[in-house]
């Protein structure tokens, strides 16, 4: 979520009022609408599983409110583990992994800032270099 700039210059005017019926009111289910979760797998399975045996479903979905919500969910998951994530990045993820006792947060040291992809090589540096194994 991107931060409220205010009205922009030049920008249609925004529509601030919302009626929501009362029966609407109610939490989402944990891991989402199961229909929202439905569509989401279907999307992937177009994007990612064309011609494959194996496919998406609701239940290899789960709809989080944000990063922070569904990095927790996820190391929650997890049993004793290291979990490697780059830095620099979001640092929310530092926060989130920080959280759990059972969970070993290592950075791997993006050395070259201006390049998004680390190359394997470099992933395998920096894995090792941090005590991850091979």
Known sequence: GAP????LEG???????LNIPDDELEYAPVAGL???????A????HLYREGKESKYTANNVCIVPG?????TRTMAALGNTQVGYFCPDY???EQALGLFLRINPNALLHRD???ALMSPEEFEFQAGRSGMGT
């Open 11 to 17: 920008a249609p005017s925004r529509n601030f009022s």
């Open 113 to 115: 800032v201006n390049e």
């Open 4 to 7: 409220e700039t205010g009205p």
């Open 91 to 93: 640092t929310a993820y």
């Open 34 to 40: 199961q229909e929202l979760r439905e569509k989401v």
């Open 42 to 45: 279907d999307y992937y399975n």
């Open 67 to 71: 990063g922070r919500a569904g990095i």
